[in-house]
């Protein structure tokens, strides 16, 4: 069954809102003015209420045994509004309007990524799927996941007011570029030269087979792209050379690898704008490449933005939060709200696999990393007992929980293979 | 025996100390996360971890016990540590949460600035401060049970605590998880899991355990499936599979269930899961049509037969038997391949002769004839495969004979988490002396919304007691919290 049109239409819509509103958010972080404290939420609220009724429409359209977050691409559109709304309630709440400026990308990119998957319509359900506890189960995650996520920004947020140290940051940051490097472009674009083509092209939110006759369904490519190999190497080359100058001390290579760092973004920048027109040229012969590699690139070229320019503004972004106690206070509070959740999905899964698949706890890799963020959560709720262990380093701890909770969601999915793979398909 | 109780003591305060409980947090993620990304041996499909891994990695992984990380000693280590640390971790801190439940003392002595809980609020007044104290109690009475009015030094005392059980909230946690691993090692001890594969009509008294190929162990009853069906989705996806099942103990139908994915039978502990579903092969039957020509009279007669079935040939002039049959024979002609297709070998005696075993071919109807040139002309004209097909149901069988310490555990952790967070030990001091009221207040958690209320009783007692026109002019101490709400800007 294809989704109602007003359905689509107000996701689109949405997604434009989540735009806007992340702008108008910055800009209130950036300039304080009076109009942008009202504004940002309310175009954040707007958002999410049409980004609700959308999801309610297709609840409707599917009956109501079949909640809206059955397959990947749904799960990606009810995690992203659960965690918009719960943002909400945390900026309204606390009146704290710097959360937005976070999660909004985030939600964006939420919205993104489901963008990218292939099937849209409202399948029927899988019959193990067919079970009460999937609106139970499924609904819990929402609030878990976007709690841990909230509370982890309000983390971020905390180290950022607190002062992150410049050799670590300016380290993971090089680090970060490096990694994506080698994940997105791999042997081929490195040694070879060659970027990866598809016969199977994505056109109009679907995979569709090329139109230039082939006898396999996907058949790969490797296309010599002029400049390209040369700006991932340039790149990694000078993400490099950044991470080794912070790595080895001392204020002046600090700054010296910061310059660097910043060399290596913009070159990381020129990477991406030559991908798109590659994939734009190709695409109109009808050939297709991987959007989720171009998707982690952007995503990525946000927080490494973020990091370059808290390495050259830092005190200055600093001076433009609130006092540190309260973000931990609230971060605390929110984690607090969220930790339960995570408990409950944990039980309520066990109580669901011990029905469906006649054992409550599998080592399915959904399950253990499940359990790894409920781990790391329970660490730093003990840690506030713990002397040394609270302010930064809880921070530090709730922000790898972020990390831990995105592998929990989409690891499973994208990466492993388990029995709660079925939601890729 | 002073060595020993050193030894003793050091291991107490060793497994008693957060930070080991922490280390083992830190070690249990790592090695679950290990678990989760390497694949792991008991849930990988057969042959899957020789196509992932090639065989130096399978070598390394195999070397660190990395490809059965959660039946491997070092992480059953871990978690029996976990429990270990858990219990001692609760006996070792009784005294400090005993001495919090029974802390609350009815009168505050100490009533100097420095030494006051971090919310409180003072009120001048001019009444007499015994009537002014029960009135205030009277308040105090309609948001606390039972608040305790103190009579000292010419001073009214009025204090009140709610949930000061709330600290054992801990307690119901750790019980819960130890619980949790309790039931866990009673199901891995104890418990099973099995497959067993019926179709309609089929029974079985035994399974096939999972976790050693190939061994059946006996159910100590017999399941019986009386039908297995499947529903389609207009596309054809599959919509639900059932099994109609049946207990059958000691000669009599105990138990009987239609199961269906995620809605299991269950007997006597030993739960029939609708896992896998598949159509098999039954009453598999072939026919042979062979043709005996007469080459004299050109007569010819069509002969049905089967295979292994003895067949008199015309005027009883012999016997034959078909005991083979061939899809295609292939043929190397010089090196170049020629298929002859189809064709039967039969056992042929004719007039009494020894047995001989001949091939005949359907895409060569003159064969016999040529080549044998033999009493009759034997024709192969047509093979024929049938068969019906049943549908098989496969039924995951589990005891899990811990199941219900684990979910009384989870049950607990859950009331104890819930508990531990929502529900605050909150504490309220107020104390009436000649010209002043002292109110005093202490929330071991959440203390803001605790301050948020006590301001309130605050302003009634300035604006209902005390007569006060502008009660927002109470002096409020709050150090906990407040104060850091980000400014709306002008």
């Not at chain 1, 999410?48 to 079949?66: D, I, K, M, V």
């Not at chain 1, 973000?327 to 669901?352: C, E, H, R």
């Not at chain 2, 062979?290 to 089967?306: C, F, M």
């Not at chain 2, 192969?380 to 068969?387: E, G």
């Amino acid at each position: 069954m294809t989704p109602s049109p007003l359905s689509v239409a107000l996701l689109n819509y949405a997604m434009l809102g989540y735009l806007a509103a992340m702008t108008v958010y910055v800009l209130y972080f950036v300039s304080k003015k009076r109009w942008s404290y009202i504004a940002a939420p309310a175009i954040f609220g707007a958002s999410a209420l049409a980004h609700g009724t959308s999801l309610a429409l297709r609840w409707f359209q599917g009956g109501l045994y079949r909640p809206p977050w059955t397959n990947l691409y749904e799960s990606l559109v009810y995690f992203s509004f659960g965690l918009a709304v719960l943002s909400l309630v945390v900026d309204l709440r606390f009146k704290l309007r710097y959360v937005g400026a976070f999660v909004t990308p985030l939600v964006f990119s939420g919205l993104g990524l489901a963008y990218l998957v292939p099937i849209k319509e409202i399948t029927p359900l899988v019959p193990s799927l067919q079970s009460w506890w999937i609106l139970a189960h499924s609904c819990l995650a929402a609030f878990a996941y976007s709690g841990f996520i909230v509370a982890s920004v309000l983390a971020f947020l905390y180290l950022v007011k607190t002062g992150m140290s410049e050799r670590w940051l300016g380290f993971s940051t090089a680090l970060t570029i490096l990694g994506t490097l080698l994940l997105v472009g791999g042997g081929d674009v490195f040694l070879k030269g060659l970027y990866m083509m598809s016969e199977v092209v994505f056109v109009g939110g679907k995979w569709q087979k090329n139109p230039i006759p082939g006898s396999d369904p996907i058949k790969f490519f490797e296309i010599s792209v002029p400049y390209l190999p040369q700006l991932f190497w340039v790149t990694s080359v000078l993400a490099l050379g950044a991470a080794f100058l912070h790595l080895a001390g001392g204020q002046s290579f600090h700054k010296r690898g910061r310059d660097l760092l910043l060399i290596s973004f913009v070159s990381y920048l020129a990477l991406i704008g030559t991908m798109i027109g590659i994939i734009a040229q190709y695409q109109s012969v009808g050939m297709g490449s991987n959007p989720y590699s171009l998707f982690l690139l952007i995503l990525m070229a946000a927080a490494t933005g973020f990091s370059i320019a808290y390495l050259y503004r830092g005190a200055r972004i600093a001076a433009k939060l609130p006092d540190a106690r309260w973000l931990d206070g609230v971060s605390y509070k929110v984690t607090l709200f969220a930790f339960p959740f995570m408990t409950l999905i944990l039980i309520t899964g066990a109580i669901w696999a011990h029905e469906a698949w006649g054992r409550y706890w599998g080592w399915d890799p959904k399950e253990t990393t499940a359990l790894v963020t409920w781990l790391i959560y329970a660490g730093y709720l003990h840690g506030r007992f713990t002397p040394g262990w609270t302010g930064k380093r809880a921070a530090v701890i709730s922000v790898i929980g972020f990390f831990s909770v995105i592998f929990t969601y989409l690891g499973t999915n994208l990466v492993l293979s388990g029995l709660h793979s079925y939601g890729s398909k | 025996m002073k060595f020993l109780d050193q030894i003793a003591e050091r291991l107490w305060s060793f497994f008693s100390s957060l930070k080991l409980a922490l280390g083992i947090f830190i070690t249990l993620a790592v090695s679950t996360l290990a678990g989760s990304i390497v694949l792991q041996r008991p849930i990988a499909e057969p042959g899957q971890l020789e196509r992932v891994y090639s065989a130096t990695t399978l070598h390394w992984l195999d070397l660190f016990g990395l490809l059965d990380v959660f039946h491997s000693w070092w992480y059953v280590l871990q978690l029996a540590l976990l429990a270990l640390t858990l219990t001692v971790v609760s006996i070792d801190m009784w005294p400090r949460f005993r001495a919090r439940i029974r802390s609350f003392r009815s009168v505050l002595e100490a009533t100097g600035e420095g030494e006051l809980p971090e919310m409180h609020a003072r009120l001048n007044h001019a009444q007499d401060p015994r009537s002014l104290g029960f009135k205030i109690a009277g308040l105090v009475g309609k948001r606390f049970r039972r608040p305790v009015v103190t009579e000292k030094d010419g001073k009214v005392h009025v204090a009140a605590q709610s949930a000061k059980y709330a600290h054992l909230g801990v307690y119901v946690i750790h019980t819960g998880i130890v619980l949790i691993l309790i039931g866990g090692m009673i199901t891995g001890m104890k418990g099973f899991e099995g497959m067993i594969q019926l179709s309609p009509g089929e029974k079985a008294t035994a399974y096939f355990d999972r976790k050693i190929e190939g061994k059946r162990v006996p159910l100590g009853f017999e399941i019986r499936c009386l039908g297995a069906r499947m529903e389609k989705y207009p596309d054809g996806a599959p919509k639900a599979y059932f099994s109609d099942l049946e207990i059958v103990d000691g000669g009599k139908v105990v138990a009987s269930k239609t199961i269906k994915v995620n809605d299991p039978l269950s007997y006597q502990g030993i739960y029939f899961y609708q896992a896998t579903f598949g159509q098999t092969a039954a009453n598999e039957r072939t026919s042979i049509a062979l043709e005996v020509q007469d080459p004299k009279t050109k007569r010819s007669k069509v002969l049905a037969t089967d295979f292994n079935k003895v067949e008199t040939l015309p005027n009883g002039k012999g016997t034959l038997e078909v005991v083979d049959y061939a899809q295609n024979i292939p043929l190397d002609v010089e090196g170049h391949r020629k298929d002859l297709g189809e064709a039967v070998k039969i056992k042929l005696s004719e007039n009494g002769e020894t047995p001989r075993v001949i091939w005949l071919f359907k895409n060569f109807p003159n064969f016999d004839a040529e080549m044998r040139k033999g009493v009759y002309n034997l024709v192969f004209k047509n093979f024929v495969y049938d068969y019906d097909t049943v549908p098989v149901t496969g039924l995951q069988v589990a005891r899990n004979p811990g199941i219900n310490v684990t979910w009384f555990g989870a049950a607990l952790l859950m009331a104890g988490l819930l508990s531990t967070f929502l529900i605050p030990h909150r504490r309220l001091w107020i104390v009436v002396s000649k010209d002043e009221v002292l109110v005093a207040a202490a929330s071991h958690r959440h203390p803001e919304s605790f301050g948020r209320k006590v301001k309130k009783l605050v302003k009634e007692i300035s604006a209902e007691l005390l007569s006060q026109k502008d009660p927002k002019k109470v002096a409020w101490s709050e150090k906990l919290s407040g104060g850091f709400h980000d400014p709306v800007p002008a």
